[in-house]
């Protein structure tokens, strides 16, 4: 009985309608399965996948480098496509395999996965290829690849091709200024496609970052004239070398970066067994390009785009070694300071060399080794303990700074909570501001003015629908040298940035602007240009996109009335008083009055002199090519170090012809 339900078993299984039986399980042998799931070992078959061939062909160079056997590396890419990458380390074995009686060592490494010399310790101390698959889907995912071992005063080849062996090794000859292994490949169209090809750009680039990684080695890179595009910049001929290692590459990154410490913080800890922590740190004051920080990291030479545990490492080594700096000297607002605060504006190179390190997925993105936070932590802390006591300046000026972020980030929290709350009301606008009645920002006007004397003036002489007046009270906030905390709580430029209804600092919007032109109008005196200096710093500093809109101005009021008879001038200073005098009304006497301020002109006059735009005159306020000398010059006369104003006094007396008194 029960072998007839076995027969009916097998039988139900040869007729299953849906066709599926035991002659549909396929086992794919050698390197098939890498060519049928390409994307399980390179991630996949696009351009990115198809450099990171060369990535697993350097990584090996570059590995008899770290562990010391190998000192130069030649990267060609030729005519054809075919890119070799060539070292004179020992040269991959090639005596017959102990466990495979008929295959070389070489064989054995090029068609089989996971196999190697890095699974112990005894090749190699640290390296980046621990999985044993690099080379082997090399060779499985290119249609033609060339091997040659100078070993012995000895030159041996073999070549392949999608996987498997297309000759057997051969001694071609004698090399007695020769050794180490060449490898020359070309990716298979089968399977990346005909479009895609080597960029030398991103080759270059790849080689230059191993060539800082690495220290020791000197890559030396060649390209076939012809395969560079007009206008590449990349070099068909050059020697990478970098003894510095990643502080030459910090050096390289930030030439054009305005940083908040004048130099690096750079350092390289070696441990037993070839393991070693490297490091070069920096922080900007206006970012770095796009982005406000950045972070590079490395294992083994491998990049870890995605961090890890030697990322948290180094972040903790610098977050905690700041904090204990700020509580030492006693400054109270230390505690405030977090990992991110420290490191969200830092630009970062970070690099490993561990034993058996382990990865988030074949490609390598993402470290997660357990060990490799303390290593990092350890090394970095140490010496950057020493760093900050050794410069009191620096470490003093860098604290202020990660404090400054702290506050900046309780602002914009503390921001998006009002913003959360009132997201449903009507915008409350300020109760001093006399609003134009058009809605549209189109041709509308907001002055800006220095107290109710002046700002009564300027209300009754402006066009209603066109124009809108806010008095300030007094003197502004100094914004270059005052902390977020005071920014946020001065009401007269939170009135200010409510009016203008583009929110200031992060938050800012030139397209919410609820006016045109924004016109600041203050008394044509010193105390004036003084007011007119705090509030365009303001704007340089919280709005600077305002500024290069092209909308912000400078109204231009007289500071003088000269008349005659029943003819009347306006001057703005005295050099345009006199002017007048030798023009106008020469050989004459004519009466001339001195406004004390704009509270004091009649509202006719200041409109006819200020106002309406058809007598008016006004500056416009713009930003040099050079954004940053104009930084420079806001931090030196608005800033909080009167010593640097001091110095520009002196630097530029000589320039005073006279002083007006």
Known sequence: MAKNNQAKLFSAEKSDSSGYSAKDIEVLEGLEPVRKRPGMYIGGTDERAYHHLFAEVLDNAIDEAVAGHASKIDVVLDKDGNLSVR????????????????????????TMLHSGGKFSNKAYQTAGGLHGVGISVVNALSDFVEVEIAIDRKLYRQTYSRGHPTSKLKEVGAAPNRRGTQIKFHPDPQIFGDKLHFRPARLFAMSRSKAYLSRAAEIRWSCDPKLLKEGDPTPAEAVLSYPNGLADMMKEMTTE??????????????????????????????GFGEADG?????????????????????????????????????????????????????GALLSVFIRNPEFVGQTKEKLSTADAQRITETAMRDRFDHWLTASPQNANRLLEWAIGQAEDRMRKRKDKEVARQSATRKLRLPGKLADCSDGSAQGTELFIVEGDSAGGSAKQARDRATQAVLPLRGKILNVASAGDEKLSGNKELSDLATALGTGIGQRFRVEDLRYERIVIMTDADVDGAHIASLLITFFFRQTPGLIEAGRLYLAMPPLYRISSGAKAVYARDDAHKEHLLTTEFKGKKPDIGRFKGLGEMMPAQLKETTMNHKTRTMARVSLPKSIKSVEDLV????????ELRFKFIQDNAKFVAELDV
């Open 87 to 110: 070292d004179d380390g020992r040269g991959i074995p090639i005596g017959i395999h102990p466990k495979f009686k008929n295959k070389t060592a070489l064989e054995v490494i090029m």
């Open 294 to 346: 950045f972070s590079r990291t490395y294992c083994n030479t491998i990049p870890t785009p995605e961090g890890g545990t030697h990322e948290q490492g180094m972040r903790g080594a610098l977050s905690k070694g700041l904090r204990a700096y700020g509580e030492m000297i006693g400054n109270k607002k230390t505690s405030l300071v977090t990992p991110d605060d420290v490191m969200d504006t830092a």
């Open 635 to 642: 931090e030196t006369l608005m800033g909080k170090k009167p």
């Open 257 to 286: 970066s305005r940083l908040v410490l004048p130099e690096a913080f750079t350092g390289r800890v070696e441990n037993q067994g070839g393991g070693a922590v490297e490091w070069a740190v920096v922080w900007s004051g206006n």
